[in-house]
């Protein structure tokens, strides 16, 4: 599954990458011609499983007891007691007290452990023969159980069309719904590709799948074993997840832009990439087009002699706005200034392993802060520690286990909500 | 005075309603302060700024001109009717286009609880709201915590919500009370050297001063209006509303256009009355008021409203007659103006004004002055939700003054 997704990733960047047919005039070196020997068009149907088993401390939230404060969720990080790479926690339940929608999905074991089918996806690759096209798909099935019985959803991820227009040129321009083009995280959505299990805390603002059209660009330097790239966006929903800020409608009648600006390092022996990103726009969980958000981030990613260091930076900020908000949760009350910044960095080191079933051991650990404020609410800091492992299992089974402690450094009352999860991820 | 302040007060005297304002605005006493400095109607109906004239106790509503003490600012007391009763409250906090509102938590320490007389409050240690007025999920409807705290505990520790719940101590739910914050110098309006009172009935009101507390750990102040003045749905702390009626008339546009007459709390959310809740004289409900329009232009071949006005009042029937026309202010029987009782009938509303001049005044009459009176006598048509919530409690209530 991984090669499969790499070759899909790659696709656009092999095309890009053919050289236009000999004798083409200079005018038609621009536009794209297939290649003599074009391969037959192809549907690929690829996919996997992740099945989870977790356990929280608590009641499952990060809601403090006897805290009445209103609402509930601008006093605490709801997002802490993730327990899948889809960010969804053990539970959101505020015991009556009202949320604002500050929240993400919950699996609502509240502190019960239990077994989770967290995801199950299919893709849908088809690569015309005769055309610079790439068509892609991504269906979810999200078996839940909540308060109201069966909660199952049926989610399309993503959904798109990428053109390579000139095959001189390193240019791929995707229409549809999509992945965020902020920062590093958003390249591990997907548990079967993501090293540990669990999203950073930063992941709510830079992850977020949306609907519109982005670029990528890309020019090689070949002397200084570098490149350097532009991936750009104009979205519905910006970069935030679904559950903040709703991808599939433009409330606010404004796209909402997104970049990232990156070099890369290609030596034999040593990859290192950087990048900068921002985003800019109106907030999409209301319908006010002044209403304003803006973020930017910072990202490293060095790998060498097995070892992986991931680093990344966000600092985000979101106007006031009035009584309309509604997101992915559905219609909420007030749309409440917010800022919030953080970071966090990881270290996994990849152990060979054999050629049989354990193919390799990747045993990480991650350190994280993130700050956030809401309108009139006193901002407060938390920390976590993520340690963990991942064991390939020949190439289509990962097991993954990490244990997530979180912490307050400043301005949230104690809570316990500590978390241990786990996830077993075949591919097909 | 202002120089807008004399228009602006009467024009705002009763009909403060501006349905443009932008949905998501809370305003609390100090933003309602600084409105009526600036000549805002609403701001302007619901505080009477140091040394200006009290609305309802000048001309045309009482005799001469009567000012707000000099020294502070006062919380306009703006008469209504209330279950058929004349009553009276304040407006201290008005939100526009939110859904609900809900109760913030108020920390009190205490020292312990006796069987006898119950909480022991920490000598020295303000109250500590649990969220100030930089939030718009600000609320002056307060879930009272005790927190009990231990022999030799610091007064001035706890300084926040947040303090209070990192401390860990023990917190135990008490009363509902309902103190907005403000500034310190606020009270309800009253003239200089006198006691607040009803402006038509003369009963005297509390003057309510400001109290020092603590607020994101800084030092603020608030008014008192006392313990269970509203109720909560205890699942979510939503509070319970009741609906407000202020008339209304058409006006030239086609928009209903509020007119200068005292409005009248329900006993419950629209189209859901219930019985008046007020033990003891005590209401605990019209604290938080979500108002409507009710508009009272007489159809074709329908009687039309009056409104009650003695004729020891002719300044205030010359100005009514004037904003609405004679018609809507007849003259009172000989037999009404006997009335030992009739200013506790100045201002309202009957359905139908021919009644005034019946010999079984008041009996003659269908007032409108109760929400079951009004929702049962005015058309469907007649209502138009302003998607505004006002707080504030009542400081009169049938003959009590809470």
């Known amino acids: ?428 | 005075m202002h120089p807008h302040g004399g228009a602006a007060l009467l024009l705002g005297a009763f009909a403060c309603t501006q349905p443009s304002r932008p949905a998501g605005e809370l305003r609390t006493i100090a933003d309602l302060v600084d409105g009526a400095r600036a000549g805002d109607p609403d701001g302007t109906a619901a505080i009477a700024l140091r040394g200006q004239p009290l609305t309802f106790l000048s001309t045309p509503y009482g005799a001469g001109t009567q000012a707000q003490e000099a020294g502070r600012d006062g919380l306009s007391v703006q008469p209504a009717f209330a279950d058929a009763r004349p009553a009276a409250f304040v407006t201290t906090e008005i939100w526009d286009g939110f859904p609900r509102v809900w109760a913030q938590p108020l920390y009190i320490l205490v020292t312990g609880f006796d069987p006898q007389f119950g909480p022991q409050r920490l000598l020295g240690a303000l109250p500590i709201f649990g969220m100030g007025t930089g939030s718009r999920f600000y609320s002056p409807f307060r879930q009272t915590v005790y927190v009990t705290v231990p022999a030799g505990f610091a007064a001035d520790s706890l300084r926040s919500g947040e303090q209070v719940i990192a401390s860990g101590l023990p917190l135990t739910p008490g009363p509902l009370q309902l103190a907005p914050l403000g500034a310190r110098e606020v009270e309800v309006a009253h003239p200089a050297g006198a006691d607040p009172v009803h402006p038509f009935t003369g009963d005297g009101l509390q003057p309510r001063l400001a109290a020092q507390a603590w607020a994101d750990a800084g030092l603020t102040w608030f008014l008192d209006f006392g313990a269970d003045r509203f109720r909560v749905n205890d699942a979510n702390l939503v509070v319970q509303e009741v609906a407000l009626f202020r008339f209304a008339r058409f006006a030239a546009d086609g928009t209903a256009r509020p007119i200068d007459v005292p409005p009248v709390v329900g006993t419950g959310p629209f189209r859901a009355p219930r019985a008046a809740d007020a033990p003891g004289g005590f209401p605990r409900f019209g604290a938080l008021r979500h108002e409507f329009l009710a508009e009272i232009t007489p159809g074709a071949g329908q009687p039309t409203p009056g409104v009650f006005v003695s004729a020891s009042r002719p300044a205030l029937r010359q100005k009514l007659a004037g904003d609405l026309g004679q018609a809507f202010v007849p003259q009172p029987s000989p037999a009404a103006e006997r009335l030992p009782e009739r200013e506790q009938y100045t201002l309202r509303v009957a359905l139908d004004g021919s009644c005034f001049a019946l010999t079984d005044f008041p009996s003659s009459c269908s007032w409108l002055d109760t929400q079951a009176a009004i929702e049962g006598n005015l058309p469907v048509t007649a209502f138009t939700d302003t998607k505004r919530f006002s707080a504030g409690a009542f400081v009169f209530f049938d003959g009590v003054a809470p």
């Open chain 1, 1 to 428: 599954m991984r090669g499969a997704l790499v070759a899909l990733l790659a696709a656009s960047a092999a095309l890009a990458q053919e050289k236009a047919p000999a004798g083409a005039t200079a005018a038609a070196e621009d536009a794209y011609a297939p290649p003599a020997g074009a391969a037959p068009a192809q549907l690929q149907i690829n996919g996997y499983a992740d099945i989870g088993f977790a356990v929280a401390q608590g009641d499952g939230t990060s809601f403090a007891p006897g805290d009445t404060r209103i609402p509930a969720d601008y006093g605490t990080d709801t997002f802490a007691t993730a327990v899948n790479t889809r960010g969804d926690v053990a539970s959101t339940d505020s015991q009556g007290r009202f949320v604002n929608g500050f929240l993400p999905r919950s699996m609502g074991i509240g502190g019960q452990p239990s077994f989770l089918f967290n995801t199950f996806d299919v893709d849908l690759k088809y690569a015309p023969a005769t055309a610079p096209l790439l068509l892609f798909g991504r269906v979810q099935l999200l078996p839940r159980y909540g308060s109201a019985g069966n909660e199952t959803r049926v989610l399309v991820e993503q959904a798109f069309a990428r053109i390579v227009p000139f095959s001189s040129l390193e240019l791929a321009i995707s229409i549809g719904k999509f992945d965020s083009v902020f920062g590093i995280e958003y390249l591990e959505n997907e548990a079967n590709l993501r090293t540990n299990i669990t999203p950073s805390l930063i992941a709510r603002y830079t992850t977020g799948q949306s609907l519109g059209v982005k670029a990528f660009y890309r020019v090689q330097i070949p002397g200084l074993w570098s490149a350097v790239s532009l991936n750009a966006a104009a979205t519905n929903g910006g970069t935030l997840v679904e559950t903040l800020s709703p991808p599939d409608l433009s409330l606010a009648g404004r796209p909402i832009g997104s970049a990232r600006l990156g070099y890369e390092l290609n030596l034999p022996e040593v990859e290192l990439k950087a990048g900068i990103s921002g985003m800019y726009g109106p907030r999409n969980d209301q319908r006010g087009a002044r209403v304003r958000q803006r973020s930017l981030g910072g990202d490293l990613r060095l790998v060498f002699a097995g070892v992986s260091i991931f680093a990344e930076a966000v600092a985000i900020r979101q106007d006031p706005g009035a009584a309309d908000k509604s997101n992915g949760l559905g219609p909420q009350t007030l749309v409440s200034a917010f800022s919030a910044r953080g970071a966090y960095g990881e270290i996994a080191y990849a152990v060979p392993l054999t050629e049989g079933a354990f193919r390799k051991m990747t045993p990480y650990v991650r350190y994280e802060q993130r700050h956030a404020q809401f309108e009139g609410f006193a901002g407060y800091t938390v920390q976590r520690l993520t340690v963990g492992f991942r064991l390939d299992l020949w190439e289509e089974v990962a097991v993954k286990a990490e244990g997530l402690l979180n912490g307050r450094v400043s301005g949230l009352p104690p809570v316990k909500n500590n978390v241990f999860t786990s996830s077993f991820v075949y591919s097909f």
